[in-house]
């Protein structure tokens, strides 16, 4: 315990030398008067973006208001006032609070392990020097280039195997850590994080463990958030993997919604209610973590 104050003294030491490298005048500009703020066209664009990316959550919210025979009377321009049905229609048709807890157990253990696996792999890549660190990263980056279909087969067999099948595990173990999370956080950590910083941890007695934690994790911690929040959202809305090792009785909340759609007869007003009811916990996460990511990234621009 008595290490901790000397390496965060010695990591005071590294940004000092780091800083002085880069110049006496390399704090100050960014606060130049020169520099330009965001005009009409500017806000505007993000205007038509934001607008557009709100239409289909809407739109979902539009029909799933209405009875199942608005589409047949043509567009719906304003909101009906059969939502609060439709919601109970879907309450009774699948196990829906189960179904979203599993995603929820499911985005949030799959969210964490990638973070914390990515970051130690990309500090490896990005502060580590051993031999062949640069084929394997890029083996681990040519992995991105294969389709996850291609791999269906042989991992459903090792799940059968393994006895998974049907249960949460098979969902959450082959998503424990992805080839774009260590390319991220090396990308990252390759510039956001001084040698500096390392070498004075490391002078003091530090272990590389010990520099990690106290160095290489804190200064990730803007990209881990955008990470986690990007793993979090793939995850819960991820279909395909769970449709198929999943069973009925056991879902992930798009797998239950799938359920919502009969053989022969499709009540489309209470499937995109079902779609509104799933997208809700997203929107308050980010409505939660909105400003903390907001401000990590700009915490972690400044510092780059």
Do not use: C
């Amino acid at each position: 315990m008595s290490s901790i104050p000397m390496i965060e003294q010695s990591a005071g030491k590294g940004a000092a030398r780091a800083a002085a490298r880069r110049g006496p005048g390399a704090g100050h500009r960014t606060g130049s008067s020169s520099v330009r703020r965001p005009g009409f066209l500017t806000y505007g664009f993000l205007g038509a973006v934001l607008l557009a990316s709100l239409f289909p959550l809407y739109w979902s919210f539009l029909v799933g208001s209405h009875d199942n025979t608005v589409l047949s009377r043509g567009i719906p321009l304003l909101p009906g006032g059969n939502f609060l049905a439709n919601a109970g229609k879907v309450f009774d048709s699948i196990p829906f609070w189960k179904a979203m807890g599993n995603s929820l157990i499911v985005s949030s253990v799959t969210a964490a392990s990638v973070v914390v696996f990515s970051t130690l792999a990309g500090f490896a890549f990005a502060k580590l020097r051993f031999r062949g660190s640069k084929g394997l990263l890029v083996f681990v980056i040519a992995t991105m280039a294969v389709p996850t279909q291609l791999g269906v087969v042989p991992l459903f067999i090792v799940m059968s195997n393994l006895g998974w099948t049907g249960s949460l595990w098979a969902v959450i173990i082959p998503g424990v850590v992805t080839a774009f999370g260590v390319f991220w956080m090396t990308q990252y950590l390759r510039d956001a994080l001084p040698d500096e910083l390392i070498e004075a941890v490391r002078m003091d007695g530090a272990s590389m463990i010990q520099a990690f934690w106290y160095i290489g994790f804190p200064a990730a911690r803007p990209a881990a958030a955008m990470l986690a929040l990007f793993t979090f959202v793939a995850t819960w809305t991820n279909f395909f993997w769970p449709f198929i090792v999943l069973d009925p009785s056991n879902p992930t909340l798009p797998v239950a919604l799938q359920l919502l759609q009969a053989a022969h007869f499709v009540d489309y007003s209470v499937v995109l209610a079902g779609a509104v009811l799933a997208t809700v916990p997203l929107l308050l996460l980010f409505i939660a973590a909105g400003r903390q990511l907001v401000s990590g990234i700009m915490q972690g621009a400044v510092k780059g």
